[in-house]
Structures are given as structure tokens and as C-alpha cells.
Nanobody, 124 residues
């Protein structure tokens, strides 16, 4: 059984930084592409960043490009999201997700496994 557990959320001021982690278990970590999504109150869940199976390719939403960095440590079965220069509009619950499909995707429907989410709050 696949389990994804996020951590690292919190409250920061605008311009601040956070590092989110997603610990994975139950399936070979280097088998699947993974991604971060976020969901703000009253809004749909949206793609933030994705990373290929062994981390050689990454993909970002335009709204976070240049500010967020996705990475994964295969030996630790952990994926990360470094959030820099945070803005109030970045506030949301952030979810990690894992897909058994071959390639990266920005579609929520493509992902088979999800974590429980971690809250990011940004004050202006």
C-alpha cells in the first residue's frame, strides 16, 4: 500500500521561504513520476510542480516558476518542494501525488496516490 506523508508547512510572511517534504512508502520510489499540487479555499486543486522518476526532468506552473524548486532524493524515498519569495496567493494546502503513468502530467486525474496535505499560510 502506497503511503505519502507531507510535512514542512507553516505560516510565513510574504517574501519568506518554506521547504515541504513528502515521504513515500509502499512502492519503489524511483518507479513513478511525482508532483506537488495545492488547493486554496473555494478553488480547484491545481498543479504546482512535477518531477520525473529519477529527477532528471522537472516542470512548473507559470505562477511559481523561478520561485519554487522541486527535487527528490531516491535513497531517502523523499520528494521536496522549496518555496521561496512566497506571496499571499501561494497560501493553500499543498499535496504530494504519485502516478503510475509513464510521464509527468499536470492533471489531477492522472495521479493515483495522494498525501493528506500540509497547510501553507502567507501573511502580507
Amino acid at each position: 500500500q502506497v503511503q505519502l506523508v507531507e510535512s514542512g508547512g507553516g505560516m510565513v510572511q510574504a517574501g519568506g521561504s518554506l521547504r515541504l517534504s513528502c515521504a513515500a512508502s509502499g512502492r519503489a520510489f524511483s518507479t513513478d513520476p511525482m508532483a506537488w499540487f495545492r488547493q486554496a479555499p473555494g478553488k480547484d486543486r491545481e498543479f504546482v510542480a512535477g518531477i520525473s522518476r529519477r529527477g532528471e526532468n522537472t516542470y512548473y506552473a507559470d505562477s511559481v516558476k523561478g520561485r519554487f524548486t522541486i527535487s527528490r532524493n531516491i535513497s531517502r524515498n523523499t520528494m521536496y518542494l522549496q518555496l521561496n519569495n512566497l506571496k499571499p496567493e501561494d497560501a493553500a494546502v499543498y499535496y504530494c501525488a504519485q502516478t503510475t503513468a509513464l510521464g509527468l502530467s499536470a492533471s489531477v486525474k492522472q495521479y493515483d496516490y495522494w498525501g493528506q496535505g500540509t497547510q501553507v499560510t502567507v501573511s502580507s
